[in-house]
């Protein structure tokens, strides 16, 4: 049958899969990745592997497998970097890791502004940064007495005029956001004299929080032209949120809960002749949004993308949208208190 991708509206890039790893293997991971047919990378500042990930890119593209044109290359602004004076020192710092002189989309991590770095360790030599990047959570999290979060007093309107500069100035070509809800979005599209809409809102979403209520406002709002979902669930033994440090989980809840086990899943797998985890990304991709899947082992980055010859049935589709919980893994406890939280409301 016809390779059915989604398009994510930003020029003539075809996304199919975004492969999203784990410090580590990384370089490794990118290579299989791209080799099997990923073009759309998701990274992140937080994920502290990007000099991985672009060292990765640079050997295919050397190899003459891809051109830079050909690739999607994504990446984050964590919390602690929302005053506006340094988004452009954390976009520059993310290009110069990986090595790019422009990135395709460049997402807000969080609506949430945390206490930025003191100033000092923006300007400290190279060898205590790499160090520093190495220990994440010493400066990625500042936490008070009581272990939360400490916010910063930004406003996430004002983060966005600074990435709006970032497009002007040719440094990314797209711009979107992570975890907000439908209220932080409409608020942000309809900020006075906004010049970018956002193109992404990445979430979390799996058939234990199928975020159909989200799914459909982002359809209703057509600037925002597609819902990037993490479904970092799909890595056999299910790993975690990047959040919370790449740990891998073997149930998604205190009730013991695995998605890979439902038998539902089990049964359409079956059916399919296919694995849980295609299934899954199958699912997503039927919904016309785009998955994340994250594993930095070789046979399952490769399985990961072989879903374009089979089709999920109506009834399939129906069966997998009925497992819906309201079960959210994401929570970012330590942020809870924050005035821009996401999580406070249903969608």
Known sequence: GELCGILLTVGRHLVLLVLQAAPGKVTEAVKVAI?????????AYLYHNEHEVGAGIRYKIQEGVVR?????????LWCTWHTKPLVRTACCRSLKALKLKYLDLY????????KPPHPAWIM???????????????????????????????????TWEAMEDLVSNGLV????????????????????????????????????LNQKNLIS????????????????????????????????????????????????????????????????IRFQIQRNVIVIPKSVTPS???ENIQVFDFELTQHNMDSILSLDRNL???????TKNHKDYPFHIEY
């Open 217 to 280: 406002f982002l359809s209703i709002q057509r600037c925002v032209r597609d819902c990037l979902l993490s479904s970092w669930w799909l890595e056999k033994g299910a790993s975690m949120l990047d959040l919370l440090a790449h740990r891998p989980v073997l149930c998604l809840s205190s009730e013991g809960v695995y998605l890979m086990d439902d038998p539902v899943i089990q049964r359409i797998a079956k059916e399919h002749n296919k694995s849980p985890a295609q299934i899954l």
């Open 35 to 43: 080799d099997a047919g990923y073009r759309h990378i998701d990274c």
């Open 300 to 302: 399952w980055i490769k």
């Open 328 to 334: 959210r893994l994401a929570t970012f406890p330590i």
């Open 173 to 208: 070509k797209n711009i979107g956001v992570s975890n907000f809800n439908h209220e932080q979005l409409e608020r942000l599209l309809n900020k006075p004299g906004l010049r970018f809409k956002p193109v992404t809102n990445q979430i979390e979403c799996h058939p234990y």
């Open 124 to 158: 400290i030599p190279s060898k205590l940064l790499s160090f520093c990047f190495s220990h994440p959570g010493v400066y990625d999290l500042p936490l008070d007495c009581t272990n939360m979060v400490i916010p910063s007093d930004t406003d996430f309107l004002d």
């Open 68 to 76: 830079r044109e050909d690739l999607f290359i994504a990446s984050k």
């Open 107 to 114: 997402l807000m991590h969080w609506p949430m502004g945390f």
